[in-house]
């Protein structure tokens, strides 16, 4: 995937930011140290193991049994979402096979996660957490609009995962890290999949883009404000999650075809809805 050159990440991270940060709820979170970089997780730091969360506290257990589900569910959604895109463009239903068993795969490791710190996933919260994204997928999927399916799957949910897992890893457990690291890299070929079909068809598709945008990002932004205090527990910063979300995407939305004014538009009108 190609990357924005660092005025052009700049210049949406400071039309978005201040909205966002206004609009999400409000708490404490704990200042990490970093030095250096997760091997094979460029841009990740690095963290001392004194700075990492108590595991075993039952506040943490508590706070990871919604997070973790949040993931696992979003891998089951992304299964879900890729096998659904292959009735949309059968010609790529191989493919998009071949992403969903991957999605499965990532679930199960996650799974085994939770499992190593003897925590229950809370499975309902996470399935209601989804459900604007997921209604608006289905909804797109019953009226054949790919171009908005891969969006919501191949973009939105996809910089939403590898924001949250490079934020995760320096402070994740042993075992989850190495899980994690794993999984981040497969997201980004999820997320290149979309890119580089809606780059292929972006004329035809700019229009339905742009409505897509406008109809699903808010949810992002709600998503973010939903699990900004659990993530805090977990010593995950809400700002960096933020910004690393709004990279992957403005990456995305730049390389398929819009200028840096355009994503800063589309941005800006989508997060105040």
């Given at each position: 995937m190609a990357q924005c050159d660092y005025s052009s990440r700049q210049t949406l991270i400071a039309v978005v930011m201040p909205t966002l940060e206004s609009l999400t709820t409000s708490g404490s979170t704990t200042d990490v140290e970093t030095n250096g970089a997760v091997?094979?997780?460029?841009?990740?730091?690095?963290?001392?193991?004194?700075?990492?969360?108590?595991?075993?506290?039952?506040?943490?257990?508590?706070?990871?049994?919604?997070?973790?589900?949040?993931?696992?569910?979003?891998e089951q959604e992304a299964h879900d979402n890729y096998i659904s895109l292959g009735t949309l463009i059968p010609d790529q239903a191989?493919?998009?096979?071949?992403l969903a068993r991957m999605e499965l795969k990532h679930l199960k490791g996650f799974t085994a996660c939770a499992a190593n710190l003897g925590v229950d996933a809370d499975m309902p919260f996470a399935r209601e957490f989804f459900t604007p994204l997921r209604d608006?997928?289905?909804?797109?999927?019953?009226?054949?609009?790919?171009?908005?399916?891969?969006?919501?799957?191949?973009?939105?949910?996809?910089?939403?995962?590898?924001?949250?897992?490079?934020?995760?890893?320096?402070?994740?457990d042993p075992f989850a890290r190495r899980i994690t690291e794993a999984v981040?890299?497969?997201?980004?070929?999820?997320?290149n999949y979309g890119q580089e079909w809606l780059k292929a068809n972006f004329e035809a598709s700019r229009v339905e883009l742009e409505q897509a945008n406008r109809d699903n990002l808010p949810h992002v932004r709600r998503m973010l404000e939903g699990v900004a205090a659990d993530a805090a527990v977990l010593q995950m910063e809400k700002e960096d999650l933020i910004e690393d979300f709004l990279i992957a995407y403005q990456e995305a939305l730049t390389e398929i075809g819009f200028s840096t004014r355009e994503i800063?538009?589309?941005?800006?009108?989508?997060l105040v809805g």
């Open positions: 091997s094979g997780v460029p841009g990740t730091p690095a963290m001392s193991d004194e700075a990492l969360p108590d595991f075993t506290s039952a506040t943490y257990k508590d706070a990871y049994s919604r997070i973790n589900a949040i993931v696992i569910e979003g191989d493919e998009l096979a071949r608006n997928f289905q909804s797109a999927l019953g009226e054949g609009k790919v171009v908005t399916c891969l969006l919501i799957q191949s973009l939105l949910i996809e910089a939403f995962a590898i924001a949250a897992y490079h934020i995760y890893i320096p402070v994740a981040v890299k497969d997201e980004y070929t999820h997320l800063a538009r589309m941005a800006a009108a989508a």
